[in-house]
């Protein structure tokens, strides 16, 4: 985990108001209270998400809660998919797995 | 830590490239080695200062710099790992979508997958013993009877060992525990379940405890009796037959049947005699053919049909 003045030395040109903009709306959700914040890896990697919906694609800050949203859904989705998969393959039988597939036109 | 070249020169980051070329000259002209001689704070500025212009006065590598691509020092950075990476690990739960007010109805997972998991038993986080595994293993006929170790072959080609007790009958089921699907979250192994399906036996033939043999003998051992060979599941035993024995004479031979296993007492071999002719030489149809038996009995005159 990194402080803020960290995040400021990875993202050059970003604002330390937008980044609390973001805090405060739960775009971000770095650990610890304002003032000694701590940033995951995943945190991190968000900020660049943000920075490059925003600045790269385009998408303007009034829009980015509902993109944000729907990517955070559809990761959801794809997280619990890979836990129905490892459990499949971790409980189900080589045959009970082939019926599966069979039902699935694979 | 390499410092901001912008801020080396004492620039802005939109400044023009005649506002850095300007700056770099201002620095350089002050801290030129060879006019601070033995100032070597003042060389180390010069060669950051130096390092500074280089970098930001190509348009490319200034770019590059501004978009995080290389650091100061000119380096390549190792592109960063993208959100989706993070996101589709544990990590991504901080984020998950929580629904509630924001007019998407959050679904968890047993809503989404009702009908598979609606007779779901016990929480999704807690220990949970593996499951069973199911195989078939086929014996021979005196492997069943007397008990062997037979090595099984699983699909994923590992192999397992499995001891056939003594006295096993067709479909029984022997549990090896802990040989099936490992467990969840640290829960116990499930039991691999082994069904038994048994040969049939060349000649012989199992009723629970006890075995049964047609045997075949010779005309002149039936008549005449003599000690025979007798095979038996533990290997051969001589027996006796008496004189004047016939086909279908049963003959029980005691606890050389399936032996003693589970409280259970060892059981009998049944013998019945089958008497065979085999090669027929002149010298007995002579005999036959001046031979009158006193009191000789039709064998079918209880079956309406005599000759």
């Known amino acids: 985990m990194i402080g803020i003045e960290t995040i400021f030395l990875e993202f050059r040109g970003l604002q330390r108001d937008e980044l609390d903009r973001w805090i405060t709306h739960q775009w971000v959700k770095p650990e610890g209270a304002p003032g000694a914040y701590r940033f995951h890896d995943i945190d991190i990697a968000r900020i660049r998400l943000i920075l490059e919906l925003r600045d790269t694609m385009e998408v303007p800050e009034p829009a980015l809660p509902t993109v944000l949203s729907l990517l955070d859904q559809l990761y959801e989705m794809r997280r619990r998919m890979k836990q129905l998969n490892a459990a499949m393959e971790q409980a189900l039988p080589a045959d009970m797995r082939a019926v599966l597939l069979r039902h699935l036109g694979g | ?307």
Do not use: C
């Open chain 2, 1 to 307: 830590m390499a410092e901001d070249p912008y801020k080396l020169l004492g620039v802005p980051k939109d400044a023009s490239a005649e506002d850095i070329r300007k700056a770099y000259r201002k620095l350089a002209k002050k801290h030129h080695p060879d006019l601070n001689p033995g100032n070597k704070a003042a060389e180390e500025t010069f060669k950051r200062v130096s390092a500074a212009n280089e970098l930001l006065s190509d348009p490319e590598k200034r770019a590059r710099y501004d978009a995080g691509e290389i650091d100061e020092t000119g380096a390549e950075k190792a592109p960063p790992r993208s959100y989706r990476q993070y996101a589709e690990t544990g990590a991504g739960e901080r984020y998950a979508y929580n629904g509630g007010d924001a007019g998407f109805a959050g679904e968890n997972f047993e809503d989404l997958f009702s009908t598979i998991f609606s007779n779901r038993q016990g929480g999704a986080t807690g220990p949970a013993r593996g499951r069973d595994e199911h195989y078939v293993l086929t014996a021979e006929f005196l492997d069943a009877v007397t008990g062997a170790t037979r090595r099984l072959t699983l699909p994923d080609g590992q192999t397992l060992d499995v001891k056939i007790p003594p006295g096993t009958e067709e479909g029984n089921v022997l549990r090896l525990r802990g040989r099936g699907h490992p467990g969840r979250n640290g829960g116990p192994a499930g039991d691999a379940l082994i069904e038994i399906h048994i040969l049939p036996h060349r000649f012989f033939t199992r009723d629970g405890q006890d075995i049964h043999l047609d045997l075949p003998i010779t005309v002149p051992e039936a008549v005449l009796g003599g000690k025979i060979t007798v095979p038996t599941p533990a290997g051969p035993v001589a027996m006796t037959v008496k004189p004047h024995s016939d086909t279908g004479t049963k003959l029980r031979l005691p606890g050389r049947g399936v032996p003693a296993h589970g409280g259970l007492p060892a059981g009998a071999l049944y013998v019945t005699l089958r008497v065979v002719i085999g090669t027929v030489d002149a010298a007995l149809e002579d005999f036959l053919r001046g031979w009158k038996p006193a009191g000789a009995k039709d064998p079918r005159a209880d079956m309406g049909a005599s000759s």
